[in-house]
């Protein structure tokens, strides 16, 4: 596919809304609309025992949503993936990290949307105070072990797209870390 025009439709602080036309590999002509976000983080704060995730209200989704602190940086340019993980993490949980580790990145929804987001795991952690944006004056932290994260999993209680994801990097990444099995 190549671009052939580009109209913007919508712009807010968040995101753009484009609408482009393109011409197919075919050399048919059509339309294809995006959304164009910076860069977010998505933390996974572990103590050694516990992950400390939120809970937010999702008005796409009309529900409440049980996920891994994230979130992007809108009107900053130049914070880098690592600057962007810790003012989240301290945002939305009041948690400061000694060590972060990035586990990798991935699209969040490359059909429609260009936002990428780094995976962090958050270590060392330290409690200071909460700083959340106005947009999330309703989130509550909450803690659970990883045994019983995977119980709300096998439950279906996390529905969060970037959470799943996220998870299943870390948890990937530590078999990785403990080699082969011998059982």
Not at 6 to 32: C, H, M, S
Not at 53 to 66: A, V
Not at 111 to 126: K, R, T
């Amino acid at each position: 596919m190549k671009r052939v025009a580009q109209r913007e439709v919508y712009r807010n602080k968040w995101l753009t809304f484009y609408e482009d036309a393109i011409e197919r590999g075919n050399g048919t002509p059509g339309i294809y609309s995006w959304a164009d976000k910076p860069p977010c983080a998505i933390i996974i704060p572990y103590d050694g025992n516990s992950l400390t995730l939120i809970r937010q209200y999702r008005y796409p989704i009309q529900q409440w949503s049980l996920e891994f602190p994230m979130g992007a940086v809108e009107g900053e340019p130049g914070l880098t993936p690592e600057k962007i993980a810790r003012q989240e993490l301290r945002e939305e949980t009041g948690l400061l990290a000694g060590t972060l580790t990035e586990l990798g990145s991935f699209y969040l929804a490359c059909g429609v949307l260009n936002q990428i987001a780094s995976v962090w795991l958050a270590e060392s952690l330290v409690p200071t105070e909460r700083a959340p944006e106005l947009e999330e004056s309703d989130l509550t932290v909450h803690t659970m072990t990883v045994p019983e994260f995977d119980a709300c999993l096998r439950k279906g209680e996390i529905i969060d797209g970037p959470t799943l994801t996220a998870y299943w990097m870390w948890q990937s990444r530590r078999a990785l870390d403990r080699g082969p099995r011998t059982d």
